[in-house]
């Protein structure tokens, strides 16, 4: 297959090419799009076919459902059961952005697009270029993030053709995106609302809203042994090719540490990255030294993050070191991110902690 290639601004959506991919979509094909927060790969949400081929496109394991995305609040009527009012009160703060809520699911949604689940995670996105497409397309869009299963999540064009040249029908290049980590994900369907996955929209921002509001037990400690709520967010995830190791605590031993480890593998022949921010850059020393942004400014580590984390692969990097970056109203989305990435290898120097050479 050709994949077709189109570039766009978000501020004036081309209504040609938009008319098209919608077309490519109804009729069963595949279009990777913008959205505000990491690029997807979109299906038609209510074609079984459709969601298949998605899965086979990412090479994604067919139990790890998928969001349905929508461009009009009255369209999920039809996607789902019921509307808790508590999902009237989100969609009126947060929607359109980066929050998806899962919902008991309607008979128009089929199996494959929920992964054989009963309920349904339904967003409706703020980018412009991914309204004008959910439109054109019937008003259901099925799309899990537009890289290969296991890679970080695309936040520009480059890395959605990189992972899926020949394997979709369109690729729409709207720029680099504004948040860079997925949607938070926020469970409505049992009782007291509870957070599947982390992200911009942050506990704090739900709870203004909601009241209480519970996190899954699984981001809290990941190795307790329970099956996550979220069935996508047991695979190891976002992984680049060289090892990488998070160095928790006191900034100089972190430092110290890195620059040890640096030395080593460059005395072994092997190549080091580091990913840090604006405030230590300068005091590393390492083949491929990358600042993800201030830790003033943390939507700037979180739109930096996998994007760094794919340029550590295109330099060939065979081991990588990343400062943590916990704390903030972010802190708890990106080190998620990051500790997946990771396959949750952390050293703490100041405990005395050496990374392994
Ligand atoms: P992605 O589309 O790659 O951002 O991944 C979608 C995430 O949403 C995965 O972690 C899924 O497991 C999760 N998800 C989608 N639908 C549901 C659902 N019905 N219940 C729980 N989690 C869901
Ligand atoms: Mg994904």
Redesign the pocket.
């Known amino acids: 297959m050709i994949t077709e290639y189109a570039v766009m601004n978000e501020a004036s959506p081309d209504p040609e090419v938009i008319g098209r991919a919608g077309r490519i979509i109804k009729e069963g094909g595949l279009v990777a799009f913008p959205t505000e927060t ?1 690029y997807g790969l979109g299906g038609d949400a209510l074609n079984p076919e459709s969601s298949r081929r998605i899965y086979a496109a990412k090479g994604r394991p067919s139990d790890n459902p998928l969001i349905v995305h929508v461009c009009r609040l009255e369209d999920i009527e039809l996607i789902v059961s019921e509307i808790p009012p508590q999902a009237q009160k989100l969609a009126e703060a947060f929607w359109p952005g980066p929050l998806t809520m899962i919902f008991k699911k309607s008979d128009l949604v089929p199996k494959e697009t929920t992964g054989g689940l009963d309920t349904v995670a339904v967003r409706f996105p703020s980018n412009r270029i991914a309204q004008a497409l959910i439109d054109a397309a019937g008003g259901f869009i099925a799309a ?2 537009a ?1 290969r ?1 296991g890679r970080p ?1 695309p936040t520009v064009a480059k890395y959605c053709r990189e992972d899926l040249d020949g394997r979709v029908e369109m690729i729409i290049d709207g720029g680099e995106v504004g948040i860079g980590l ?1 949607s938070t994900i926020i469970d409505l369907t049992e009782g007291s609302p509870i957070i599947l996955r982390p992200g911009y929209i942050g506990r704090k921002m739900l709870e203004e809203v909601l009241g209480k509001v519970e996190v899954d037990a699984t981001l809290i400690t990941p190795d307790s042994g329970i099956a996550p709520k979220a069935p ?1 967010m047991k695979y190891r ?1 976002y992984a680049p090719r060289g090892e990488l190791v998070i160095l928790e605590g006191e900034s100089d031993k972190v430092i110290e540490e890195i620059n040890k480890a640096a030395a080593f593998n460059a005395e072994h022949g092997m190549k080091t990255g580091v990913l840090c921010t604006d405030e230590t850059k300068d005091l590393y020393r390492a083949d491929s030294v990358k600042s993800a942004g201030t830790r003033s400014d943390e939507l700037s580590i979180a739109r930096a993050l996998f994007r760094i984390l794919r340029e550590f692969d295109d330099e060939q990097i065979d081991r990588i070191y990343a400062e943590s970056f916990s704390g903030g109203n972010l802190g708890q989305a990106i080190m998620n991110r990051l500790m997946k990435a990771a396959g949750h290898r952390t050293v703490r120097p100041g405990d005395g902690e050496k990374l392994p050479l």
């Open positions: 990491v899990p993030s890289n299963s999540s997925e996508g995830h």
